[in-house]
């Protein structure tokens, strides 16, 4: 089915690296989403964030700081105007943050900080576009983002299967123990929201080289970005509540 079915698609943490990419491939597709919500803490210094906008008329950049509680309400009622009665589609939490530590060098701050943003917000975010969700999700029958849909952006080094056959901390405590917190939050919501119709995932986007996943990752934004989209044009009610890679393959939990 092709990503124009979408018809309203609002990422978070879209200044740069994945957040950036996703913004790109939904306006560059064929068809395109009728509105693509890119939002990020300071707008004004997301310059290639900017320059889309120069040359894409379904863009709109939305300031949303996910750990403000009144940033969420404004951005929610910003949305509302924006995609009127036919409600949001599809909702990607993308925005996150890590932070190295190993168990010697991990405070309580470092795990509080990650937890906050990569756990709590997306929660939090998640819970304050329902009604935009719900709205879209009545107007179709089938499960997917052309629906209603949220996509919980994790991480691989969530797994905790995948964690005890190679048991390496990878020195980043906080970061997979967020993660693996969001995963239970995607399993929550799926739960919960199935009887609404909107479809919940958690996704693993790859190790790409972004300022994030670092020079070592062995994945470029190009190559991934168009693999995340076409996994999310696929969607269906079989993947609610999954946990899936870049390639749409099933991570074990």
């Known amino acids: 089915m092709a990503l124009g079915t979408c018809r309203t698609v609002l990422i978070t943490g879209c200044s740069r690296g994945i957040g950036l990419g996703l913004v790109q491939e939904f306006l560059t ?3 395109t989403p009728d509105l693509v919500i890119a939002t990020c803490r300071h707008p004004d210094q997301a310059q290639e964030l900017q320059q889309l906008k120069e040359h894409h008329q379904h863009l709109r950049i939305l300031q949303l700081d996910i750990l403000c509680e009144d940033s969420i309400k404004k951005v929610v009622q910003e949305v509302e105007v ?3 009665e036919q409600g949001l589609n599809c909702l990607i939490n993308n925005a996150g943050i890590n932070r190295l530590a190993t168990l010697e060098s991990v405070t309580a701050k470092d795990m509080l900080t990650i937890y906050e943003t990569n756990t709590v917000a997306q929660l939090m975010v998640s819970k304050a576009f329902l009604p935009l969700l719900r709205k879209a999700a009545c107007q179709d029958a089938v499960m997917g983002i052309h ?3 949220i996509i919980n952006v994790s991480s691989q080094t969530a797994s905790m299967q995948l964690f005890f056959q190679n048991k ?3 020195e980043v405590y906080p970061y997979r123990i967020s993660k ?3 995963n239970m939050i995607t399993c929550c919501l799926a739960a ?3 009887s609404d119709g909107i479809l919940c995932i958690s996704l693993h986007p790859g190790w790409i080289k972004t300022d994030m996943g670092g020079s070592k990752a062995p994945l470029q934004l190009k190559e991934a970005i ?4 076409n996994v999310l044009a696929n969607l269906r009610e079989k993947d609610h509540g999954a946990f899936l890679d870049w390639k749409g393959e099933v991570i074990p939990w």
């Open 29 to 31: 597709r064929s068809p």
């Open 82 to 84: 924006l995609v009127g």
């Open 147 to 149: 629906r209603a849909a």
């Open 168 to 170: 390496k901390s990878q």
């Open 180 to 182: 693996t917190a969001l």
């Open 192 to 194: 919960d929201l199935i």
């Open 226 to 229: 168009p693999a995340i989209l």
